[in-house]
């Protein structure tokens, strides 16, 4: 089995897996499953190895949380530029919101550049993120972003139909975006939609690609059943 450097988060108990992908409510929903005893698995440790061997998958409830993966991408590229402009503010203009806005309608390839790449987990497609011997069509994706319904109701919507004694509270949800966090997610939405054949091009037709299908496939399964 491929040890990936970059993983999701993953926890267990018995036979159930949650895949906790960074910018779909993470530290929400893994502060709740550790909370509730169920166990970080990491990918480099014996337990890992044996929960995802082959001849164990079948035996696995695999779940996980998904949200639209343009959305995803853009907070997880203002999370990087804000944690670098913590400490380089004079070339990044965090605290001046005019040079801020001139960086990001410059015709600068640097910036299309920037928000055109998978840095880390934050921006890497989810596809990418679990096991490789799992196939992402058999995980329970749960989305994070379905209209009139929290994360945290539809994740309880799982737990009764698995048998799982556990509830979320709803609308709970921790570390949402700042201002400033908001403010920058909006310049790079429109950076995008301005530069839209360039990021066709170069990534949403690329990188994102499965993680699209993915979503789409979610999503109207999700209509389904919640009607």
């Given at each position: 089995m491929e040890n990936r450097t970059l993983s999701a988060h993953i926890y267990n108990k018995d036979n159930f897996v949650y895949f906790g992908i960074p910018k779909n409510g993470l530290i929400s929903f893994t502060e709740f499953f550790k909370k509730n005893g169920w166990q970080y698995r990491h990918p480099k440790t014996s337990e890992f190895k044996s929960l995802f061997d082959r001849s164990n998958l079948k035996n696995l409830v695999l779940f996980g949380s998904i949200s639209n993966p343009h959305s995803r991408h853009i907070k997880g590229l203002t999370e990087q530029y804000l944690r670098v402009a913590k400490h380089n503010d004079d070339a990044?203009?965090?605290?001046?919101?005019?040079e801020l806005n001139n960086t990001f309608k410059a015709t600068n390839p640097l910036v299309d550049f920037f928000l055109s790449s998978t840095l880390d987990e934050h921006t890497l497609p989810i596809t990418k993120m679990i096991p490789s011997v799992v196939d992402p069509y058999k995980v329970d994706w749960i989305p994070i972003d379905y209209p009139g319904h929290p994360s945290e109701e539809l994740m309880n919507l799982f737990f009764k139909e698995n048998n799982l004694k556990l509830e979320m509270e709803l609308n709970n949800r921790k570390h949402v975006s700042s201002k400033n966090a908001k403010y920058l997610q909006d310049l790079i939405s429109r950076r995008m939609k301005e530069k839209k054949q360039y990021y066709d091009r170069f990534y949403t037709n690329s990188i994102l690609e499965d993680d699209l299908k993915l979503y789409d496939y979610t999503m109207?399964?999700?209509?389904?059943?919640?009607?």
């Amino acid at each position: 089995m491929e040890n990936r450097t970059l993983s999701a988060h993953i926890y267990n108990k018995d036979n159930f897996v949650y895949f906790g992908i960074p910018k779909n409510g993470l530290i929400s929903f893994t502060e709740f499953f550790k909370k509730n005893g169920w166990q970080y698995r990491h990918p480099k440790t014996s337990e890992f190895k044996s929960l995802f061997d082959r001849s164990n998958l079948k035996n696995l409830v695999l779940f996980g949380s998904i949200s639209n993966p343009h959305s995803r991408h853009i907070k997880g590229l203002t999370e990087q530029y804000l944690r670098v402009a913590k400490h380089n503010d004079d070339a990044f203009h965090l605290s001046n919101r005019d040079e801020l806005n001139n960086t990001f309608k410059a015709t600068n390839p640097l910036v299309d550049f920037f928000l055109s790449s998978t840095l880390d987990e934050h921006t890497l497609p989810i596809t990418k993120m679990i096991p490789s011997v799992v196939d992402p069509y058999k995980v329970d994706w749960i989305p994070i972003d379905y209209p009139g319904h929290p994360s945290e109701e539809l994740m309880n919507l799982f737990f009764k139909e698995n048998n799982l004694k556990l509830e979320m509270e709803l609308n709970n949800r921790k570390h949402v975006s700042s201002k400033n966090a908001k403010y920058l997610q909006d310049l790079i939405s429109r950076r995008m939609k301005e530069k839209k054949q360039y990021y066709d091009r170069f990534y949403t037709n690329s990188i994102l690609e499965d993680d699209l299908k993915l979503y789409d496939y979610t999503m109207n399964k999700y209509k389904e059943k919640m009607q």
